[in-house]
């Protein structure tokens, strides 16, 4: 559905350092490998492939926090992200790319299993998030095609998980600024070294979904003063947040939402076809923004968690 097509593109030292296999698909990273949750929690063990041009890893299986109970310990549940974690390399650095509603689109934006997403690339060793999305305006001025990406953001969304700690106690993470500003500057950066309209700041609000807002709920959040609308960004920033995680947003305006002019609003197709037109773009976009990232972090994400008893160790 609209402001939920796009997947998380990562960045960082992966380790082990993995094999070398050549790139599955055009838009891929190059040098691509698939890795499937399936039964270990860290480490990856090595098997022959179909190919003899390379190796690939066994499956393995995530470990999340789970809810339920056994005796005083807490149990961890065993739970999938989205689709299989391809991992390789853009330029020099190494990435993991996951698709968020999954290869084939199976996961509306309320069913998006979030937390297994951030778990699985925080297993990976990922520390830096670029989560590229579709959204749509509630603000005239930014129209179809334009790049924002937000500093701030309003959760609208209901009944989703949004935290790793729901045993064993609270944990309060600060989340005052959503967003990592060191991938906020290198996006911008990007953006408009790509010749993007691009827009430095601005409020993200999150609806559910997967329906769209009605005229009076638009005009609302314009009135508000908040920017843009999506339907993926929450719980992922809070997620990340919770694992130590930067996360770099970088929205892609698709239509005006529908209070912001008159007629019958945006549809599905319409959403589709422009997000087509501009999807090689917004690869590259993607792509230059990860390549420029730093290779070591001086921002405040990596230390989100200093100072806070957490009820289990993170992968």
């Not at 509603?101 to 998030?129: M, T």
Request: proline fraction near 8%.
């Amino acid at each position: 559905m609209r402001r939920s097509y796009s997947s998380y593109w990562c960045a960082h030292s992966l380790q082990p350092s993995y094999p070398q296999p050549p790139a599955t698909r055009p838009g891929y990273p190059q040098n691509a490998v698939r890795v499937h949750p399936a039964h270990h929690r860290s480490g990856y063990s090595l098997r022959h492939g179909h190919s003899r041009r390379y190796r690939r890893y066994r499956r393995f299986r995530l470990l999340l926090p789970a809810r339920r109970r056994r005796g005083d310990r807490a149990r961890h549940s065993l739970r999938p992200p989205s689709d299989v974690v391809t991992v390789g390399r853009i330029g020099s650095r190494s990435v993991a790319f996951i698709p968020r509603h999954g290869r084939d689109h199976r996961f509306p934006p309320h069913r998006i299993p979030y937390r297994a997403n951030l778990w699985a690339l925080r297993s990976l060793g990922v520390r830096q998030v670029v989560a590229p999305s579709a959204v749509g305006s509630l603000r005239a001025e930014y129209g179809p095609g334009a790049i924002v990406v937000p500093d701030q953001l309003v959760d609208r969304t209901s009944g989703r998980p949004q935290t790793y700690y729901d045993v064993d106690g609270a944990v309060h993470v600060s989340f005052a600024d959503p967003y990592c500003p060191t991938g906020r500057s290198t996006a911008v950066a990007a953006a408009r070294a790509g010749d993007w309209q691009t827009v430095d700041g601005g409020t993200l609000v999150v609806i559910e979904g997967p329906r769209f807002s009605t005229r009076a709920e638009s005009q609302w959040f314009a009135g508000n003063g908040w920017s843009i609308v999506g339907m993926t960004g929450f719980p992922e920033a809070i997620l990340a947040r919770e694992l130590a995680l930067c996360y770099t947003s970088i929205s892609l305006v698709t239509d005006h939402d529908a209070g912001v002019e008159a007629g019958q609003g945006v549809t599905h197709d319409e959403v589709l076809e422009f997000f087509a037109q501009n999807v090689t773009r917004m690869r590259t976009l993607v792509a230059e923004t990860v390549q420029s990232l730093p290779e070591e972090r001086t921002c405040p994400c990596g230390s989100a968690l200093d100072g806070i008893k957490l009820p289990f160790e993170l992968p």
